[in-house]
């Protein structure tokens, strides 16, 4: 099955609020907000450079607001990007690394980006409004 994944619906309280929090502190582009009905209405916002989008709104799901965990934001220069979210008032974790132990890793994290900035090895997290949690990870960092 050839597929893409183009949307992520996240379940929300407040569309306007969650709107403000993704458009002006995440910095992602606002695509569309479709009010055909009252009772329903799609919000949509894209990560730059990503081809995957949100929405939220109303009559969108029946998930309870908050209840999405785990979406990935995978990001170059992690230290960068937590910086400028913390800067846009945006709370977000301590940056974490994984912990290789005789080049295995058991689960553990020491507080830092990865010394050797190896992929997939720095997280952070940060949570929207409602509590929809959000990891930043790292691939592809060019060191200067």
């Known amino acids: 099955m050839l597929a893409s994944l183009e949307v992520v619906v996240l379940p929300v309280s407040d569309p306007d609020k969650s709107l ?12 569309v907000d479709y009010w055909p009905a ?4 799609v919000v949509q916002l894209t990560p730059e ?5 949100i929405q939220f709104g109303l009559g969108l799901t029946d998930a ?13 220069d992690i230290a960068a990007v937590r910086a400028e979210l913390i800067d846009r008032g945006v709370g977000v974790s301590s940056i ?7 080049g295995q890793w058991r689960g553990r ?6 010394p050797d900035r190896a992929d997939y090895s720095s997280f952070a997290d ?11 990870q790292e691939r592809g960092h060019q060191g200067v």
Do not use: C, E, M
């Open 109 to 114: 994290f020491r507080l830092g980006a990865d």
């Open 38 to 41: 009252k009772g329903f209405r």
């Open 126 to 136: 940060f949570t929207d409004p409602d509590g929809n949690a959000w990891i930043i």
């Open 96 to 102: 974490r690394h994984k912990d290789i132990d005789r």
């Open 49 to 53: 450079g990503s081809s995957t989008s």
């Open 64 to 76: 309870p607001p908050g209840s999405v965990q785990g979406l990935y934001l995978v990001v170059s």
């Open 20 to 31: 403000d929090f993704y458009r002006d502190k995440l910095g992602f582009a606002f695509d």
